[in-house]
């Protein structure tokens, strides 16, 4: 993710948590939202890390444990990362604080689609993401199948994440994910496709052409699920995000 | 503020970060934007606790005191606070932590429109914004001059930020902000409407009857302030926000 989809998660985990009270039938006051922390710090390209193997990996995973165990001392119970790509690393994220609770984005949300009676997705994401078989992997323990796109067409979402939405050039993001999600679309008919990179929304939502789909942000859904971690205890939640 | 309004505060930051890679002609990159972190922690309701005088004022000083140690702690170098409201107790904060530098929205409002010309502008506020002088000393100091609402608009006002805003109920908040704007342009002509509350902002923006009047947002004024301190320096910045 990038400092844009970072400040993107906090209205999510706000709107969450507004949500939630309502649910509950709880009037929405400011003073009752959860304390929360966001922090945003410099963390190398994740995708080219993994790309790089062994030599590259350790270099995004340094300061991610940093920000963890600096969230951690500032009492945090649960800490959702706002990067899928950063997942790569959850297992080690996780064994170094076992205090806190490290959410699985993708987890989270193979349990959403599962509970909603999916049975297959597709999967539009970074190339590191299908490295590491982050979602195929947790969809499939939550007894979904995953269709990930062609060669040709993950690089053009990789085109849109890094000259599109990092770089500030909206339309050429919108272009390059429209015509993806069209054509899986296409190919696997009305199935939830999983924008597995929190670049994707930000360059998706609100294009005309693809108004039809059914587009999961796990952002939204990774939100939800700390939102309902928060009320379900009183400590203060971290919600780390990497640029 | 409410916690969205500090959600936003983030985009603003992001968003100026951003602007300042452009104007400097660097490539705008995840990793050249600053560390930031963002505190949400309950604050009791601010303009409630400067009506409840010496009685009250204590309870939002005692969790705003906290959250700024906290960031200083984590380092941070120049801290905003996304709440107007709140810099009631700016000289307090300022003082507790002479090793962070607690920036002032009203006085960034206040250069950046002398520095733009301005002579006079009106401001809308919370009634506890108005009854420490927040923005009419700072603009003052400046040299403009400020006109005020009447106290029907203040209460219309006061009205579009809890049962509006802050309650989710939207439409009511627009109807509120959008009178009070219209009478204020009414009176005063083209001059500049200070939005002096996060909330109105949220409440004013993209409202059909106001697009013509110049609001001013301060919380923008303060996100492009604390993106210059950034650059200026290396370490980490806060955004302290108070719900």
Redesign the interface.
């Known amino acids: 993710m990038?400092?844009?989809a970072?400040?993107?998660f906090?209205?999510l985990?706000?709107?969450a948590?507004?949500q939630h009270m309502?649910t509950m039938g709880e009037?929405?006051?400011?003073?009752?939202?959860?304390?929360?922390?966001?922090?945003?710090?410099?963390?190398?390209?994740r995708s080219g890390a993994l790309e790089r193997a062994d030599e590259g990996a350790h270099q995004p995973l340094e300061p991610m444990l940093q920000a963890l165990g600096?969230l951690a001392a500032?009492g945090s119970r649960a800490v959702a990362i706002a990067c899928n790509t950063a997942h790569a690393w959850h297992g080690t994220l996780q064994q170094r604080f076992p205090q806190v609770e490290v959410l699985h984005v993708a987890r989270e949300v193979a349990a959403h689609l599962a509970a909603q009676g999916e049975t297959q997705v597709a999967l539009m994401a970074t190339e590191g993401t299908y490295r590491v078989r982050l979602y195929e992997q947790a969809l499939a323990d939550a007894g979904l199948q995953c269709h990930l796109p062609w060669p040709d067409e993950r690089a053009l979402v990789m085109r849109g994440i890094y000259e599109g939405v990092?770089?500030?050039d909206l339309p050429l993001a919108q272009a390059c994910f429209s015509e993806v999600a069209l054509r899986l679309a296409e190919r696997h008919g009305r199935i939830a496709i999983v924008m597995g990179c929190t670049e994707v929304p930000l360059g998706l939502q609100g294009v005309a052409a693809v108004r039809g789909l059914r587009l999961v942000d796990p952002a939204r859904v990774l939100a939800s699920a700390l939102a309902d971690r928060a009320y379900a205890g009183t400590s203060?939640f971290g919600s780390s995000a990497f640029?």
Chains 1, 2 share one sequence.
Do not use: N, Y
């Open positions: 990038g400092p844009a970072g400040a993107d906090v209205r985990f706000v709107d948590c507004a309502r009037p929405v006051r400011d003073q009752a939202f959860p304390e929360h922390w966001l922090a945003q710090v410099p963390v190398p390209d600096r500032l990092k770089a500030g203060p640029t």
